[in-house]
């Protein structure tokens, strides 16, 4: 993540603080210094808070350590303000392993917790004669409540927060792994609201949640769509195979017409049947601009993305959309068709009504113009 920095790393983990962790911390200590009125006040609340922020810590290990049991790697864990951040490779598909990473982190804390609980017992700290404003003011018991709130807050089932993994692992377990998910980010988004709302009122890095969940939710439940959209298709299944493309010595204003004509607005460029690159929209126009309407068509080519092979899995040239929008596919030096996302999407589509059984044939052939 942008602006952090690795403090530590244990268990080969890198373990990260965000740049607004330390604003965070700054202004706990502050408000303690103002309100309480001494160094002593402010130094004492930003122990509980860097206590707090360990156990936040524990609590991520508790994920990516049990993540790792099951062959999944966690590349870092970055402390935030709104609390921590495990990034796992992937998360486990099957349900049940799913639950158990999920609910480890939250286990972590009931276990701190236990013990916080044990020592103030063993203490005689429940013993004493009650009087909430001492009671409230002991560290230790600060420490008890903040580890029980982080586990009823995470096993909120806010997708997805813990709870929300939780609970679409469970539902997974009685439905496909889709629409459990698109279950579970429903429910996600309708709690980000109510906790953004609650947040006005109460605590305003509920609203900070609110805003992580509700982003998260629809960005999950997106890409497991997606994934599952492309399962067992490669790029030879959604690629436009009919497609017009000219000849590199053909003026520029002839593919200019074409693309008039057509509708097509990338045009491919061939010499002797090899692919040279594509004429981009806007590529055109800039080279008629700079370099004439009789300048030949070779000129007018962009910077060229990779071509892709057309028994690759499609989930695999997504990443590939970010440098262009339309990608040429190609055997050898051959073009045998273009990929657009327009044509993804299509194809998405059919297979979501077929249930992915009927595949499209390709035709494989391309039209000229001479
Ligand atoms: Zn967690």
């Known amino acids: 993540m942008k602006g952090s920095w690795q403090i530590v790393r244990i268990a080969g983990i890198d373990v990260k603080i965000h740049v607004t962790f330390v604003f965070i911390l ?38 990516a350590l049990t993540a790792r049991l099951f062959g999944i790697k966690t590349t870092d864990i970055t402390l935030l303000p709104i609390g921590g951040i495990a990034r796992l490779e992937q998360m486990p598909e099957d349900p049940k392993e799913e639950l158990l990473v999920a609910a480890a982190g939250p286990a972590v804390n009931l276990v701190i917790a236990a013990g916080l609980f044990t020592g103030l017992l063993l203490g005689g700290f429940f013993s004493q004669p009650l009087n909430l404003a001492v009671m409230m003011n002991n560290f230790w018991l600060q420490l008890l409540i903040a580890n029980i709130t982080l586990v009823l807050f995470n096993l ?42 609650a947040g006005i009122f109460i605590n305003p890095w509920l609203i900070l949640t609110a805003v992580f969940v509700w982003f998260g939710a629809g960005a999950e439940a997106q890409t497991v769509e997606l994934k599952a959209g492309l399962k067992g298709l490669v790029v030879r299944d959604a690629m436009i195979s009919q497609f ?24 491919p460029v061939v010499s002797n049947g090899n692919f040279l690159g594509i004429i981009r929209r806007g590529d055109l126009q800039r080279a008629m601009e700079q370099l004439g309407n009789r300048a030949p068509a070779y000129a007018a080519i962009g910077t060229e993305p990779d071509g892709l092979e057309p028994t690759m899995p499609l989930i695999d040239a997504l990443p590939k959309f970010s440098a262009s929008q339309v990608l040429p596919v190609l055997e050898g030096r051959q073009l045998v068709g273009l990929l657009t996302r327009e044509s993804l999407q299509q194809r998405i589509w059919l297979n979501q009504r077929t249930g992915g059984s009927n595949k499209t044939k390709p035709t494989g052939e391309s039209t000229d113009i001479a």
Not at 33 to 60: D, K, P, Q, R, W
Not at 180 to 193: D, E, N, P, S
Not at 248 to 258: S, T, Y
Not at 260 to 265: A, F, L, N, V
Request: glycine letters at 10%.
């Open 26 to 63: 700054i202004w706990f200590g502050l408000s303690a210094y103002l309100t309480g009125g001494s160094i002593a006040a402010a130094m004492t609340n930003l122990l509980l808070i860097l206590t707090l922020f360990l156990f936040v810590t524990l609590h991520e290990f508790g994920h």
């Open 156 to 197: 909120v089932p806010a997708f997805p927060m813990d709870g929300g993994r939780i609970l679409r692992s469970g539902l997974a377990l009685w439905m496909d792994h889709v629409k459990a998910t698109r279950i579970a980010a429903h429910i996600g988004r309708g709690l980000a609201v109510l906790m953004g709302l």
């Open 244 to 267: 017009y493309q000219v000849d590199a010595n053909q003026p520029l204003v002839d593919v200019f017409h074409l693309v008039m004509t057509t509708g097509q607005y990338n045009i």
